[in-house]
């Protein structure tokens, strides 16, 4: 393989790169801070292909750091899911916060099994089967107000697909909230946003029990794990704009979004 020690070299052979030498490149740009350009490497090294290419051709016409992360991640049309329509169905009904984390920790306790995400799962019952025999010997669990398990299963996996994919319908989330979480999990979740949505089949098996809810900690949750994605909007377009030099998402305004007594925080960001 040939190294790769400028952009050129990359245009030029036009193959697989590796993190390292996108550092590389990104360090050769002089305006760009070491801890910054590790960020940014590891992100591009999330892109897909084609979008990894695009990237790295852009970069050389940077300027400044805000170009470079405008580049990366866009400023704004730059989604990188195809949002559509995600049908509901009947007896929806959206899990609770404590229903998320529960869901959650059911994945944690699969995980110490080696069965979350297993192949295993799908093995005719097994999968329902081990839900079932988890919520039977905890029954003050939150998740066993669904006293039909596969109506349970449904609704989580109807509200995993809205988040990856969807253009409305997440409980709690306006349309253009939504857009903009859809974005932030881009940006912080790469590899969430890139699991393959499970059918919504009611069937607890492999794709399904990778499905977890995404929960954000920050000065706005004092540090707790937060799973009211409403509640967070105003500070994930603080960071979007002030950290990654992202001020619209698919025309939606973020400045829109920011309080104004927390409209200080947005000053020499303009």
Known sequence: MN?????NDFVSINEEISRKDVLTLLLSLSFLKPVKASKLASDIENLPA??????????????SADDVTSIVYGSEDTLNVKREHVHSFPGYRPLSLEQRKAWNDYLVYLDGLG?????DLD??????DELKKYLEDRPENP????????????????EMTILRKGDSGFPGLDDDDLVIF????????????KLIPSDIDGKPGQLTTKLWYPAKSGTFSGGNLNFDY???????????ITKYGIKSVEGHDLTKKISQKNKVFLSGFK
């Open 143 to 158: 998740l066993n107000e669904y006293s039909d398990k596969k109506l349970l299963v449904k609704c989580i996996q109807y």
């Open 230 to 240: 409403a509640s967070q909007i105003e500070e994930i377009a603080l960071t979007m």
């Open 123 to 128: 093995d005719q019952t097994r999968g329902m």
């Open 3 to 7: 190294r790769i020690k400028s952009f």
């Open 182 to 193: 859809q974005k932030w999990l881009e940006i912080s979740r790469p590899a969430y946003m």
């Open 115 to 119: 069965l979350a995400g297993s192949p």
């Open 50 to 63: 084609s979008k990894k290419v695009s990237v790295l051709k852009d970069l050389p016409k940077a300027k």
